[in-house]
């Protein structure tokens, strides 16, 4: 049977197809130590678990949903966008939970984009961004993020002309894979810039929470909502990736368009998973200090490794990864990430999955226990003795 033309060119899943390869090597007895994968490891809250297994037990929860999700996720999420980023956000009409959102990226490509429109995407970013693109019909243009900038996109340099055909700018920060931060400047300039050039920006923001102190939203930009759409997701903050829970916070006509695809592509999420998310973003700083405290230790280690890499990195990154540059004797990141995993039985990320800007960095997850980062530095430690 011959497939879509919308799926010409759109590859596996990176990580995916790097899982199985794992699998196999796994198989052969190699227990490969894997750093690649940002998936938290550690469970949710011990209340949140409460929650959904109390709400599980009851009689009425298990029927379809409101397409618009649980007025109490809503309002928890409303004020959970107060609480942390001094966002006002109405319940009722300026949010729309999701189910994670990867999921929020492929609504709004669907939602907005037809046959040959552009989409400014960041090199290097998240591939969902590009795919999701290409699958609703639109063709993704990539903008460069380079270290020397601080991994801020030039907007200054942006093609004028052809920002005629751009409709959506994805915009991420704090930033994956490069673990940048925002600015107060950096968003003014973004939201100006869209609202000169006409243009929806897309801010996926589910890393503000790791090793951030200041978590901070796009839309807490005055005038921000007239041209930004945010994404937020449970998965990293509240160790929630598996339960697919996220949210989508903009204006009421944005979130009543995105509502006309999505009402037609699923049915709602599970009441028990809504009403323990609904506790999860009521949870107080000392949730956020807990997790940080395990991802500060590991990054520490991680910084170990690198160092054993020769890889040279900033300090200062938020989220779950720390991002590097590979020393001169790599080619490039997939060299470096071949010759771990084949010689160290450690899978560390190239950063080239995320786009060419990537080529020469290597990203690693802190979603790994001390003990297997210690192990990782063990292996690394011995290649390097043996090669001296
Ligand atoms: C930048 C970025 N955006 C979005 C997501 C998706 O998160 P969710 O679990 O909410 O779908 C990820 C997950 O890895 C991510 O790295």
Redesign the pocket.
């Known amino acids: 049977m011959e497939i879509a033309k919308r799926l010409n060119g759109i590859g596996e899943y990176y990580f995916s197809q790097k899982l199985r390869e794992i699998d196999g090597l796994n198989k052969e007895g190699k227990n490969i130590i894997n750093l690649g994968i940002?998936s938290p490891d550690m469970p949710p809250h011990p209340d949140v678990i409460k929650v959904l297994q109390d709400e599980v037990a009851k009689p009425h929860v298990h029927a379809y949903q409101s397409y618009k999700g649980s007025p109490l996720l809503r309002k928890a999420m409303s004020d959970w966008y107060k609480k942390w980023y001094g966002v006002d956000l109405d319940p009722e009409t300026e949010i729309l939970p999701l189910i994670?959102?990867?999921?929020?990226?492929m609504h709004i490509c669907m939602t907005y984009l037809d046959e040959g429109d552009e989409v400014l995407v960041p090199d290097p970013?998240?591939p969902?961004y590009s795919a999701a693109v290409k699958l609703a019909g639109g063709k993704s243009v990539e903008y460069k993020l380079q270290e020397k900038n601080n991994y801020e996109p030039d907007l200054e340099k942006f093609d004028k002309k052809k920002l005629k055909k751009v409709k959506l700018l994805f915009v991420?920060y704090p930033q994956?894979p490069t673990g940048q931060q925002p600015s107060k400047q950096l968003f003014e300039k973004l939201v100006a810039f869209a609202k000169k050039y006409k243009i929806l920006i897309v801010h996926?923001n589910?890393?503000s929470f790791i090793l951030n102190s200041n978590p901070m939203s796009l839309l807490s930009v005055e005038g921000a909502k007239d041209c930004v759409l945010e994404?937020n997701?449970?998965?990293?903050s509240h160790n929630m990736?598996g339960w697919?829970v996220?949210v989508l916070c903009g204006a009421k006509d944005r979130i009543n368009e995105v509502l006309k695809f999505k009402s037609n592509m699923d049915s709602g999420t599970f009441l028990p998973v809504q009403l323990a998310a609904a506790k999860a973003l009521s949870l107080d700083k000392e949730w956020y200090d807990e997790v940080n405290t395990v991802y500060w230790k590991r990054r520490e280690k991680v910084f170990e490794i690198l160092n054993l890499l020769q890889c040279s990195y900033s300090m200062d990154q938020a989220g779950m990864f720390v991002w590097a540059k590979v020393p001169e004797h790599y080619k490039d990141g997939y060299e470096l990430s071949d010759d771990m995993l084949y010689h160290a039985n450690v899978f560390i990320t190239p950063g080239g999955i995320f786009g060419k800007a990537g080529k020469k960095y290597i990203r690693i997850s802190l979603c790994s226990p001390e003990e297997k980062l210690n192990e990782a530095i063990e292996r690394i430690q011995k290649i390097n003795h043996d090669r001296s």
Do not use: F, V
């Open positions: 940002g994670g959102s990867k999921e929020g990226i970013g998240y969902t991420n994956m996926d589910p890393y994404l997701s449970l998965s990293k990736a697919r996220g």
